[in-house]
C-alpha cells in the first residue's frame, strides 16, 4: 500500500525519544540562549528577519522548543501523488514516547479514519464502514504487519519536535528566504540529510526493521530534504520531504495550526473494535 511508502519516506520522525532526549535539551538551551539576543542584534526586533541572518541551528532547535511547549495541534497532510494518502486531523506529541494522531484520508478510494497511540494503530470510519466489521467501527492494526508499521512511522512522523531536532542536529543547514505560507509570514529553512546516517541513528529499530527503512528510503534516493516554515512565534507552520530522486514533484507535507488546542486522542471503544480478520474487508 501506498501507506507504507508514505510512512516509510518521512523516516526522520522514526527517531524516537532517545533521539530527542539526546539532543534536543542541548537545542533547547542554545535556542533560549541566542535567540533574544540575535533578535535585537540582526533583526532589529524582527523574529523572522533575526531567524534569517542568525544559524539556522538555532532557529529549528528554538522551534523544537516552542512546538514540544505547545505538544498538541491540528495537522494536514498532502501529496502531490494521487496514490499517497492525503488528509486532516491532530496530532498530539507532548510525550515523545506516546506520540498520538487521528486523521481522516482516502486509502484506496475509500474514506477512513487512522489512529495512532503510542505502539497502538487502529483504522476505521463512519457507519459506512460498520458492515464490513461485524457492526464495529474500529481494527487494531498488528504492528507485526506491514501496514502497522507504516500506521506507527505515519504516527511518529508528525511529531515535529522530533522533525526539528533532528533537522538541527544532524541535517546541512541553509536559509532559503522569507516568505508568506496562507497568509503568514514565516522563514524558510532547508536541512539536507543522509539517509545512511539516519537509519543508522534508529537505535530503537531492530536490524530488520532498520533494512526495511533503509530500502525503502533508498527508492527515493540516498538523501532528504527538509524545508520548514517557522513563524514569528518560533512555531513551526509547515514542513515537507522529498527525496534527491523522487524530487521535490513529489514531496509530502505536513502543516501545523491551532497549535495547543486539539482535544486528547483516545483509544477506540474495546466493544468498538472489530475482529482484525474483517481488516481485507474493510479495504477491499
Not at 492494526?141 to 522533525?163: C, I, K, R, T, Y
Not at 527503512?213 to 532528504?224: C, I, W
Not at 473494535?273 to 479495504?283: E, I, N, P, R, V
Request: net charge negative.
Amino acid at each position: 500500500m501506498r501507506a507504507v511508502r508514505l510512512a516509510s519516506t518521512v523516516v526522520t520522525a522514526v527517531v524516537l525519544l532517545g533521539a530527542v532526549t539526546a539532543c534536543g535539551s542541548k537545542g533547547g538551551n542554545d535556542a533560549k540562549g541566542g535567540d533574544a539576543k540575535s533578535t535585537d542584534a540582526k533583526g532589529g526586533g524582527d523574529p523572522l528577519a533575526a531567524a534569517l541572518a542568525g544559524d539556522p541551528k538555532a532557529a529549528l532547535a528554538a522551534s523544537a522548543v516552542v512546538m514540544q511547549k505547545a505538544g498538541n495541534g491540528k495537522v494536514g497532510m498532502t501529496s502531490p501523488d494521487a496514490s499517497n494518502p492525503s488528509g486532516n486531523g491532530s496530532a498530539d506529541w507532548k510525550d515523545p514516547a506516546k506520540s498520538a494522531v487521528d486523521v481522516s484520508t482516502d486509502i484506496e478510494g475509500k474514506k477512513v479514519k487512522i489512529r495512532v497511540i503510542g505502539a497502538d494503530a487502529y483504522i476505521g470510519g463512519d457507519d459506512a464502514l460498520a458492515p464490513a466489521l461485524g457492526g464495529k467501527h474500529w481494527v487494531k492494526v498488528p504492528a507485526s504487519e506491514e501496514m502497522g508499521d507504516a500506521f506507527l512511522v505515519m504516527g511518529q512522523m508528525m511529531n515535529p519536535v522530533v522533525q526539528l531536532t533532528v533537522a538541527a542536529e544532524s541535517g546541512k543547514l541553509s536559509k532559503v528566504g522569507q516568505e508568506t505560507v496562507d497568509g503568514v509570514p514565516t522563514v524558510h529553512l532547508r536541512a539536507v540529510e543522509d539517509t545512511t546516517t539516519l537509519v543508522g541513528r534508529m537505535t530503537t529499530l531492530s536490524a530488520d526493521q532498520r533494512q526495511f527503512v533503509q530500502k525503502t528510503l533508498e527508492e527515493d534516493g540516498k538523501s532528504l530534504t527538509i524545508d520548514f516554515w517557522l513563524n514569528g512565534k518560533q512555531e513551526l507552520v509547515k514542513y515537507q520531504e522529498y527525496g534527491d530522486t523522487s524530487g521535490e514533484s513529489k514531496a509530502v507535507t505536513i502543516a501545523y495550526s491551532d497549535l495547543g488546542k486539539a482535544e486528547k486522542v483516545e483509544a477506540p471503544a474495546a466493544g468498538d473494535l472489530g475482529s482484525q480478520a474483517d481488516l481485507l474487508k474493510l479495504l477491499g
